[in-house]
């Protein structure tokens, strides 16, 4: 018997936005692919469109194994150029990130997210 910890079982991308899509639209909190990634394996970005900016949320896993989600912008509101850049340099470092973008005025994800 291992005593190491288990990881939570990993959600192919697709079908995890998929999902996440279909929980906006049902909450009202209407979303969109950005940009297609690898359906597979590919990280996902979550871009939060609030009323004061934008916010985006980049996924990680806790030493757990455990999905989370940052700030990746930081704790305030950002402008368009400033999410658009960061989303830039992401996708450089990795191709197959997904991005998919919410209405959320309140900067809230419409998914249950573990925000660290």
């Known amino acids: 018997m291992s005593l190491e ?36 394996a590919g990280g996902v970005l979550v871009v939060l469109r609030g009323r004061e900016g934008l916010s985006v949320l980049s996924q990680l896993r806790s030493a757990e194994g455990e999905l989370a989600w940052m700030r990746a912008t930081g704790p305030a509101p950002v402008d368009d150029a400033t999410a658009d850049a960061y989303i ?3 996708v450089k470092f990795d191709p197959d990130l997904w991005v998919i973008e ?11 997210a573990k925000l660290v």
């Open 88 to 90: 830039a340099r992401q």
């Open 102 to 112: 919410f209405e959320a005025p309140d900067l809230l994800p419409p998914f249950e």
């Open 5 to 40: 910890p288990r990881a939570t079982p990993r959600v192919k991308a697709g079908l995890w936005v998929s999902m996440a899509l279909r929980m906006g639209n049902a909450d009202g909190r209407f979303g969109a692919v950005i940009r297609k990634g690898d359906p597979d």
